[in-house]
């Protein structure tokens, strides 16, 4: 069945009204209108790219990034990296970031999302979110011989998704020895994966899967695995090129009813009814924002862009979160495949590889972006003296009253040997940390040569930033400002795992693979001591595009938007599905918890509003 979406209206009211047919939008609209009595509109800015091979096919994610199909948001100039600007891809086509990112499937920690309970939600934790980890996703293994080759004897039945519509695959395959040669340094260095990462209790390296259909080798996302199976639905509507600037809100008593949003659709601006609720699945730099533009925010900051204040909240855009990322490439030896002469995109290696994905499923254009991941906690900090001196930093912080509980909770997590204070990952083919601030991406203006690249990020930042209107003009994009290593504690965290990895590549196997005395991407990625490991990452941290938090799910006088139901402090009606709510950034890639977000706010709505999940059959 071929999937389609509308760029007209059907009617002007509808019972829920979704704005940002995203990752966290499309499943709140698959789920909801299980029940064939209820219709919802899904409004989404970007356009319908189902069809797109920059889309479907795995490896082409970086030619989304910085395309049509991303908003190609940039940060504020940050003082912590030397006054550079980060730019931060995210998702403006049906699918959201789901249809961009580079899909990796990583899971977050049983004590991450324990911290969310701990925060004032206790209908949060891992013990009520761990069905919707597994129910979102079917993850399927590969033969025995790469199951042992990629040491997949980690896997628990118990915690494995088996029915979700979004597909997951391990893209290692038998042929690439590097991806073996990752589980084996680990097991060498006395850090080989724990267990299950999905069951929320792990450290370690391990082969981590991707979210690629393993039948069709495409990526599975929102759009293909939630919205297209069920588009031909009476009572879904999902509308593509639709740029929402409002939120209709009414004060009724003491509290706020939303009405419906203002959208423009074809240079046209009109006002669309919800019979039920408006939800927002905007993203964590577009939620707050449309949520200031309709009069909920810091009322200082709504009055100095003339906007009428109704409900004042300056938690609004506050407590933003994200992962930085940094890496080392280092030149493998002759003879060793990496993915450099795709990624230079010379013919001869694109035309190959696009011969064996079109005829065979094989090959490099199967693989999206990491194969192979590791959960690390502070080596540094785990003896007697590093003990010592993780405390002698933490006393020297001060944050204020409402992040304390926060960041008691993060140092909770990055004191145990048994969590992941970063995460450490393998990326096949060189990068490009220096580049211009123009380029669109890390992977421009290479060298010759082929190397695989070291990663590092933090798991658990302190710093704390965040995201605002700009003026009250809906597109124009909000001001960014993630104050990316405002706190130094992230920056002796985050060096410290950049040290690690010159561990890494001089440990047997991986060490094998590398040239002894080769080449790295800049002549400062060689990493001596730690102040050389700080001043790197300065100079080269960029965004791992984890934006979370910006509509906190805390009380208000905590630092909350939106309260355990999601929905927004003060309204009846309006609720936030998306990462926005995250109070606390969860470790790893985000998509599979803004998954599982998505999935128990739809049984949230269908709770309250006492829908049925009977799917209309035809």
């Known amino acids: 069945m071929a999937a389609s979406t509308s760029s007209t209206l059907p009617a002007s009211e509808y019972d829920f009204i979704v704005v940002g047919g995203g990752t966290s939008g499309l499943v709140v609209a698959a789920r909801l209108t299980e029940d064939p009595n209820v219709q919802v509109l899904v409004l989404e800015a970007g356009q319908d790219h189902l069809a797109d091979p920059r889309v479907n096919i795995p490896a082409m994610w970086a030619a989304a990034v910085g395309s049509e ?38 899971a977050p920690s049983e004590a991450g999302i324990n911290a969310w309970a701990k925060l004032g939600n206790p209908h949060w934790d891992w013990s009520t979110l761990a069905s919707y980890y597994r129910k979102f996703n079917t993850l399927t293994l590969p033969d025995k011989e790469t199951q042992d080759h990629l040491g997949l004897d980690w896997v628990d039945a118990q915690v494995r998704g088996t029915s979700g519509p979004i597909q997951a695959s391990f893209p290692g395959v038998v042929q690439d020895p590097l ?20 069951s929320g209790k792990a450290t370690g390296g391990y082969s981590n899967p991707s979210t690629v259909d393993p039948t069709s080798k495409t990526r599975s996302y929102a759009a293909s695995a939630y919205y297209a199976p069920v588009s031909d639905r009476t009572n ?18 003491d509290g706020v009813t939303a009405r419906g949003v203002l ?18 699945a905007a993203g964590a730099f577009q939620s707050p924002k449309l949520l200031e533009l309709s ?46 002469a795709l990624m230079r995109q010379e013919p001869e290696a694109i035309q190959g590889a696009m011969q064996l994905y079109t005829e065979h499923k094989v090959g490099p254009f199967c693989v999206g972006g990491i194969g192979s991941h590791a959960f690390m906690p502070m080596v540094d900090f785990l003896t007697e003296d590093g003990k010592k001196e993780l405390q002698l930093l933490l006393e020297k912080r001060s944050p204020n009253a409402k992040e304390e509980v926060q960041h008691e909770l993060i140092r909770s997590i990055i004191e145990s040997a048994d969590e992941g204070s970063g995460a450490l990952f393998m990326f096949l083919a060189q990068v490009n940390l220096h580049a211009p601030p123009e380029a ?19 798991a658990h930042p302190f710093s704390r930033g965040s995201v605002h209107i700009s003026s009250a003009d809906a597109t124009q994009a909000p001001t960014i400002d993630p104050q990316y290593f405002s706190d130094p504690l992230d920056v002796e965290i985050l060096s410290r795992h950049v040290q690690f990895l010159e561990k890494v590549a001089e440990t047997q196997p991986l060490a094998s693979f590398l040239k002894p005395d080769g080449k790295r991407n800049h002549p400062t990625a060689y990493i001596k001591d730690l102040d050389a490991a700080k001043d790197y990452t300065q100079t080269t941290a960029f965004s791992n595009y984890h934006p ?12 909350g938007v939106v309260d355990e139901r999601l929905l927004v402090h003060g309204t009846s009606n309006l609720r936030i599905v998306d990462s926005s709510i995250m109070p606390l950034i969860p470790r790893g890639n985000i998509q599979s918890t803004v998954y599982a977000v998505a999935e128990r706010a739809a049984d949230l709505i269908k709770e309250d509003r006492q829908l049925t999940s009977q799917v209309k059959k035809d």
């Open 179 to 198: 991806a073996k040669a990752w589980v084996d340094t680990f097991k060498a260095l006395h850090y080989g994966i724990t267990g299950d990462p999905y």
């Open 295 to 340: 009069g909920v925010g810091n009322s200082s900051l709504l009055e100095s862009h003339g906007i009428s204040v109704t409900i004042n909240n300056p938690n609004v855009g506050e407590n933003l979160q994200d992962h930085l990322m940094t890496g080392i490439s280092y030149e493998v030896k002759e003879g060793v495949f990496t993915g450099d």
């Open 440 to 458: 669109k991406d890390f992977v421009q203006n290479l060298q010759p040569g082929s190397f695989l690249s070291l990663g590092a990020t933090q």
């Open 236 to 253: 879904l509507h999902v509308v593509t090129g639709a740029l929402v600037s409002k939120i209709l809100l009414e004060k009724k008593g």
């Open 69 to 106: 199909l991303d908003w190609q948001f940039v940060t504020t100039p940050q003082a912590a990296l030397k006054g550079r600007t980060i730019r931060h891809p995210q998702g403006r086509a049906l699918g959201g970031s789901s249809a961009i990112n580079n899909q990796a499937y990583i």
């Open 548 to 559: 979370s938090g910006t509509c906190a799910m805390m009380a208000k006088e905590h630092g």
């Open 263 to 280: 959208v423009t659709l074809k240079d046209n601006a009109q006002e669309l009814m919800a019979r039920v609720e408006v939800i927002l």
